[in-house]
């Protein structure tokens, strides 16, 4: 190897140790002196010893002499003075060459120094690229990107506005309310002083009914009188009629006589009931009676007392399931009024009936069957946060069967009568209501629900597919528990300080309804706990938050993200009336709305295109009213309960009749899924349901105005919607400043002056769920821009509550580059507005 030549660059790559540097080092020194020692050596022998040696060599060649040792015995020492020149020379050489050694040292060692720095560096950049991959490596959404999903948004929305036009509900008020109501009365004996209260209540009962639809409802009235099979006549018929004197007249003809046995001839008046002539939408049977129909099925008397003991062995061989059958086909909704107990039994089967037909069904706690009842009636799934709805499920479009109290207050029938009339012309506008949504949606046009014959339709829960739902309690905190991640984008709600105007201005328009976008990743249950007709409900979490969530997303090709943003902002709008409402009453009848955020998933990441994401509510469902004029009466001395219905009588006064909010239900004082009434055909009519006018005229027609309504100094009534002259509450208080929880997927109300707030984020408020997250999820984040690497600490929490992506820069970049911005999508950013109020206040 020369002296002077360069390691080869696997050696200086090598990760050679200090030994073998030094074990290569001392090789090349020792080659070093013996090439120098023999060159020395060479050169400095006499050319007198050379010519000898060269003869004495060559003779000895020639003469075949060993040339060893006899050669060098030969040979003569060198002089001294040679002797010492070679040692002078070779010490000058291992100088030079221990010289060169070090030298090489060093530069090996400086490689080894440089090769070691950049495997570190490297190390540290693949460290740094894989920790920035673990975190994500999405800096957040361009401003480029969000016009886009906000153009994207308002082309959706338009379309959806001409692909639906606003469906007619002009005439549904009438048409739902027009009633055929049929009274079945046993005329025996025993019944006389039942049948005077009758005919003297009917005018009374006709003219509640009517008034109770504000006049604007056909009230038909049909009568049938039944006694036992020995009796002549046994059945006394008269068909619908409008006029309460015929209906007047008939029963001063009925005679209460006759019987016998202990059972009457039930069956053949129902028989008779059912051929009458049926007309209107809503149809009912009060049936007035003491006694069981003949058969042991219906009762335990003994068989001496029933001369037809063995059920289906009467003259005209009928039997009750058949008959019911009939009933629920002709969408009868039939109220048995209890005077006595030998009628339970009777009662009981009949509910079964209308049990299997899905129908709301509830007896009377008295009843002797009413355990086995209310184990074997329908329990109804929902597409709410996690519990039951608790008392009637009324309000939706089942048929009622209700038993009810008449006892010996021969003047409550009049009460009765119309309650349950009310009732059920309730249920059928919902069915009405439904049957133009799914005309409408299937891409035809309801002419008008005249024309629409319904025969009964199970409510929307029953109306699905068989799916295997959830049924175990939700295991939140256990690992993959929530098995499905999707990957979302939508818009939220705008979280915004509301003042005085604030919500005078969502009214004014929905532009002023403000959203912002929203970027989520979601982890949620794969098997649903809940369905509707059209939608799947299953337990989920955001990736951050604590919280609790539902996710609810359509089964088929279902509605849009246009349609779920009108809903939302029904949500957001309802939420400001709640929040002056709030300021006006007790904290005891305060009100909120949990927020919806409306989503689809991302291309490739998912199968679910569109979906809504709702804080789970956990605890009893309580339905309040509904769109169509039910009213919660199961719980009348309820404070809240008498909130809620003062609540949407409030909101159509402070809107001066513009809008009325109702459906009103959810678990303690938070309600979910409202509904709007408009007076504007052209407010919220992707939403099914807005019945606009008609929705008021149902409201008023069941609405009855209760001490808040009184406290509040609400001004408008049912006299007015008769005549269509309204006076409204002209001054409304100014309210103090009230927010809603930061969290865009929270938007808990909470008190400016109580709301949690940190210096870090002026201008945003907390509730108490949400403001310990802040602070909990802090992590250290790896800055991304150019320069050297750095960390920055940031709250993963915060983020995500406002729908957005962690920042991949640290604040200092990101003021540099000016991308640190991220405003609402139709309006300026709360932090925005907070800071051009600051400006003025200057």
Same mark, same amino acid.
């Given at each position: 190897m020369p002296l002077h030549s360069t390691p080869p660059a696997s050696m200086s790559r090598s990760r050679a140790s200090s030994n073998d540097i030094q074990s290569l080092a001392d090789q090349m020194l020792r080659n070093s002196i013996s090439r120098s020692s023999i060159s020395s050596t060479s050169t400095k022998v006499p050319s007198s010893y050379s010519r000898s040696n060269a003869s004495d060599e060559s003779t000895s060649n020639q003469t075949g002499s060993p040339t060893g040792p006899n050669r060098l015995s030969k040979l003569r020492p060198p002089p001294a003075s040679a002797t010492s020149s070679t040692s002078s020379v070779a010490r000058s050489r291992l100088r030079e060459v221990e010289a060169e050694r070090d030298e090489l040292l060093r530069a090996v060692e400086a490689e080894q120094v440089k090769v070691s720095e950049m495997r570190r560096k490297a190390d540290e950049e693949r460290a740094v690229a894989e920790r920035i991959k673990k975190e994500g490596g999405v800096s957040g959404l361009s401003p480029s990107d969000a016009k886009r999903r906000v153009r994207d948004l308002k082309r959706e929305e338009i379309a959806a506005g001409f692909e639906t036009p606003r469906r007619s509900t002009v005439g549904l008020f009438k048409v739902a309310c027009s009633t055929d109501l049929l009274f079945l009365i046993d005329t025996t004996s025993s019944m006389k002083k039942y049948i005077t209260a009758a005919k003297d209540q009917v005018k009374s009962i006709m003219y509640d009914i009517k008034k109770t639809f504000l006049n604007e409802a056909e009230v038909r009235i049909a009568v049938v009188g039944y006694k036992d099979h020995a009796n002549n006549p046994n059945i006394e018929f008269l068909d619908f009629t409008t006029s309460a004197e015929q209906v007047h007249s008939f029963l001063d003809k009925l005679t209460a006589k006759g019987g016998g046995d202990t059972p009457e001839d039930v069956l053949g008046g129902i028989q008779q009931a059912i051929n009458a002539s049926w007309k209107h939408q809503t149809r009912c049977i009060i049936h007035i009676a003491d006694a069981p129909p003949h058969g042991r099925t219906f009762h335990d008397y003994d068989e001496d007392e029933d001369d037809y003991y063995e059920t289906g062995s009467e003259p005209h061989r009928l039997t009750y399931k058949p008959l019911l059958s009939k009933m629920i086909g002709l969408s009868i909704n039939y109220i048995p009024l209890n005077i006595r107990s030998s009628t339970d039994r009777t009662v009981y089967l009949f509910s079964k009936e209308y049990a299997a037909a899905s129908s709301d069904c509830k007896l009377l706690s008295s009843n002797k069957y009413y355990k086995e009842a209310s184990s074997e009636l329908r329990i109804s799934n929902n597409l709410r946060g996690g519990g039951r709805p608790r008392g009637p499920t009324s309000a939706k479009g089942e048929l009622l069967f209700e038993e009810l109290k008449l006892g010996t207050s021969y003047s409550a029938l009049r009460h009765l009568v119309v309650r349950s009339v009310t009732s059920s012309a309730s249920r059928t506008a919902v069915r009405l209501s439904a049957a133009a949504s799914r005309t409408s949606s299937a891409g035809g046009l309801m002419k008008s629900p005249l024309v629409t014959y319904l025969a009964p339709i199970k409510e929307d829960e029953d109306r699905v597919d068989k799916i295997c739902l959830e049924e175990i309690t939700p295991q939140w905190d256990t690992p993959?528990? $929530?098995?499905?991640? $999707? %990957? %979302?984008?939508?818009?939220?709600?705008?979280?915004? %300080?509301?003042? #005085?105007?604030?919500?005078?201005?969502?009214? #004014?328009?929905?532009?002023?309804?403000?959203?912002?976008?929203?970027?989520l990743t979601i982890h949620k249950r794969s098997k649903p706990f809940a369905q509707g007709e059209i939608r799947l409900a299953s337990y989920a979490r955001v990736a951050v938050s604590t919280n609790r969530f539902v996710a609810k997303s359509f089964k088929k090709d279902g509605k849009g993200l246009a349609h779920l943003a009108e809903d939302m902002r029904c949500q957001t709008l309802c939420k400001a009336f709640a929040l002056e409402f709030n300021a006006l009453v007790s904290s005891k009848h305060s009100i909120d709305f949990i927020v919806t955020t409306c989503l689809k998933g991302m291309s490739g990441t998912s199968a679910v295109e569109h979906m809504s994401l709702e804080p789970y509510i956990h605890g009893t469902y309580i339905k309040y009213n509904n769109n169509s004029g039910y009213v919660n009466q199961d719980i009348p001395n309820d404070e809240f309960n008498k909130a809620a219905q003062a609540f949407s009588h409030f909101t159509f006064e402070r809107s001066s009749g513009e809008f009325l909010v109702c459906d009103l239900q959810g678990v303690g004082q938070v309600l979910t899924d409202p509904a709007i009434h408009t007076l504007d055909p052209n407010r919220f009519k992707l939403v099914d349901t807005n019945l606009g006018e008609d929705g008021f005229k149902f409201f008023f027609a069941a609405h009855?105005?209760?001490?808040?309504?009184?406290? $509040?100094?609400?001004?408008?009534?049912?006299?007015?919607?008769?005549?269509?002259s309204f006076r409204f509450r002209d001054l409304w208080p100014t309210l103090d400043k009230t927010v809603c929880c930061s969290n865009k997927l929270c938007g808990k109300i909470v008190s400016v002056s109580i709301s949690r707030k940190s210096p870090e984020l002026p201008g945003y408020h907390w509730c108490n769920v949400c403001w310990p997250q802040l602070s909990a999820s802090r992590v250290d984040w790896i800055c991304i821009a150019p320069g050297p690497h750095h960390e920055f600490n940031v709250s993963r929490f915060f983020y995500e509550s406002q729908g957005q992506v962690m920042p991949r820069k640290c604040h200092k970049h990101r003021e540099k580059d000016g991308t640190t911005a991220r405003t609402a999508v139709v309006s300026r950013s709360l932090w925005t507005v907070l800071k051009s109020a600051t400006r003025k206040k200057s």
């Amino acid at each position: 190897m020369p002296l002077h030549s360069t390691p080869p660059a696997s050696m200086s790559r090598s990760r050679a140790s200090s030994n073998d540097i030094q074990s290569l080092a001392d090789q090349m020194l020792r080659n070093s002196i013996s090439r120098s020692s023999i060159s020395s050596t060479s050169t400095k022998v006499p050319s007198s010893y050379s010519r000898s040696n060269a003869s004495d060599e060559s003779t000895s060649n020639q003469t075949g002499s060993p040339t060893g040792p006899n050669r060098l015995s030969k040979l003569r020492p060198p002089p001294a003075s040679a002797t010492s020149s070679t040692s002078s020379v070779a010490r000058s050489r291992l100088r030079e060459v221990e010289a060169e050694r070090d030298e090489l040292l060093r530069a090996v060692e400086a490689e080894q120094v440089k090769v070691s720095e950049m495997r570190r560096k490297a190390d540290e950049e693949r460290a740094v690229a894989e920790r920035i991959k673990k975190e994500g490596g999405v800096s957040g959404l361009s401003p480029s990107d969000a016009k886009r999903r906000v153009r994207d948004l308002k082309r959706e929305e338009i379309a959806a506005g001409f692909e639906t036009p606003r469906r007619s509900t002009v005439g549904l008020f009438k048409v739902a309310c027009s009633t055929d109501l049929l009274f079945l009365i046993d005329t025996t004996s025993s019944m006389k002083k039942y049948i005077t209260a009758a005919k003297d209540q009917v005018k009374s009962i006709m003219y509640d009914i009517k008034k109770t639809f504000l006049n604007e409802a056909e009230v038909r009235i049909a009568v049938v009188g039944y006694k036992d099979h020995a009796n002549n006549p046994n059945i006394e018929f008269l068909d619908f009629t409008t006029s309460a004197e015929q209906v007047h007249s008939f029963l001063d003809k009925l005679t209460a006589k006759g019987g016998g046995d202990t059972p009457e001839d039930v069956l053949g008046g129902i028989q008779q009931a059912i051929n009458a002539s049926w007309k209107h939408q809503t149809r009912c049977i009060i049936h007035i009676a003491d006694a069981p129909p003949h058969g042991r099925t219906f009762h335990d008397y003994d068989e001496d007392e029933d001369d037809y003991y063995e059920t289906g062995s009467e003259p005209h061989r009928l039997t009750y399931k058949p008959l019911l059958s009939k009933m629920i086909g002709l969408s009868i909704n039939y109220i048995p009024l209890n005077i006595r107990s030998s009628t339970d039994r009777t009662v009981y089967l009949f509910s079964k009936e209308y049990a299997a037909a899905s129908s709301d069904c509830k007896l009377l706690s008295s009843n002797k069957y009413y355990k086995e009842a209310s184990s074997e009636l329908r329990i109804s799934n929902n597409l709410r946060g996690g519990g039951r709805p608790r008392g009637p499920t009324s309000a939706k479009g089942e048929l009622l069967f209700e038993e009810l109290k008449l006892g010996t207050s021969y003047s409550a029938l009049r009460h009765l009568v119309v309650r349950s009339v009310t009732s059920s012309a309730s249920r059928t506008a919902v069915r009405l209501s439904a049957a133009a949504s799914r005309t409408s949606s299937a891409g035809g046009l309801m002419k008008s629900p005249l024309v629409t014959y319904l025969a009964p339709i199970k409510e929307d829960e029953d109306r699905v597919d068989k799916i295997c739902l959830e049924e175990i309690t939700p295991q939140w905190d256990t690992p993959g528990w $929530l098995d499905e991640r $999707l %990957v %979302v984008q939508g818009f939220s709600p705008e979280v915004i %300080v509301h003042g #005085a105007n604030t919500l005078n201005d969502m009214m #004014a328009d929905d532009k002023n309804i403000k959203l912002s976008i929203t970027d989520l990743t979601i982890h949620k249950r794969s098997k649903p706990f809940a369905q509707g007709e059209i939608r799947l409900a299953s337990y989920a979490r955001v990736a951050v938050s604590t919280n609790r969530f539902v996710a609810k997303s359509f089964k088929k090709d279902g509605k849009g993200l246009a349609h779920l943003a009108e809903d939302m902002r029904c949500q957001t709008l309802c939420k400001a009336f709640a929040l002056e409402f709030n300021a006006l009453v007790s904290s005891k009848h305060s009100i909120d709305f949990i927020v919806t955020t409306c989503l689809k998933g991302m291309s490739g990441t998912s199968a679910v295109e569109h979906m809504s994401l709702e804080p789970y509510i956990h605890g009893t469902y309580i339905k309040y009213n509904n769109n169509s004029g039910y009213v919660n009466q199961d719980i009348p001395n309820d404070e809240f309960n008498k909130a809620a219905q003062a609540f949407s009588h409030f909101t159509f006064e402070r809107s001066s009749g513009e809008f009325l909010v109702c459906d009103l239900q959810g678990v303690g004082q938070v309600l979910t899924d409202p509904a709007i009434h408009t007076l504007d055909p052209n407010r919220f009519k992707l939403v099914d349901t807005n019945l606009g006018e008609d929705g008021f005229k149902f409201f008023f027609a069941a609405h009855d105005c209760n001490k808040i309504c009184e406290k $509040l100094e609400l001004k408008s009534n049912k006299e007015m919607m008769m005549s269509n002259s309204f006076r409204f509450r002209d001054l409304w208080p100014t309210l103090d400043k009230t927010v809603c929880c930061s969290n865009k997927l929270c938007g808990k109300i909470v008190s400016v002056s109580i709301s949690r707030k940190s210096p870090e984020l002026p201008g945003y408020h907390w509730c108490n769920v949400c403001w310990p997250q802040l602070s909990a999820s802090r992590v250290d984040w790896i800055c991304i821009a150019p320069g050297p690497h750095h960390e920055f600490n940031v709250s993963r929490f915060f983020y995500e509550s406002q729908g957005q992506v962690m920042p991949r820069k640290c604040h200092k970049h990101r003021e540099k580059d000016g991308t640190t911005a991220r405003t609402a999508v139709v309006s300026r950013s709360l932090w925005t507005v907070l800071k051009s109020a600051t400006r003025k206040k200057s």
